[in-house]
């Protein structure tokens, strides 16, 4: 599975920004779809989690209820809408797959740069 990110870019605080994860390859209905991110100087953080085939979601606290993930199918391609958005929502995002429901991720595009400015 290869995965290519995209839809970054600098936008004002309070704006919003659509994320979309394209895949080439199969996506079985139980693989996991996450996307993350690291801000400069800080680790790696989860942002959001997409079970394919049932759609179901998990957020982490800080981004449940400004950001939503979805899916579109027939384009084998995972979005990050991303609303009201905050200077410390600045970072490289990362999608990624994984095979099984839980572990490591196995499959990671390459980034994609979202800069908020105040």
């Known amino acids: 599975v290869q995965l290519q990110a995209s839809g970054g870019g600098l936008v004002q605080a309070g704006g919003s920004l659509r994320l979309a994860c394209t895949a080439s390859?199969?996506?079985?209905?139980?693989?996991?779809v996450g996307w993350f991110r690291r801000a400069p100087g800080k680790e790696r953080e989860f942002v959001a989690r997409l079970v394919w085939g049932s759609g179901a979601t998990t957020y982490t606290d800080s981004t449940k209820d400004r950001f939503t993930i979805s899916r579109d199918n027939a384009k084998n391609t995972v979005f990050l809408q991303m609303n009201s958005l905050n200077p410390e929502d600045t970072a490289v995002y990362y999608c990624a797959v994984r095979k099984l429901p839980y572990g490591n991720y196995d499959y990671w595009g390459q980034g994609t740069q979202v800069t908020v400015s105040s």
């Open positions: 390859g199969r996506i079985y209905s139980y693989y996991n």
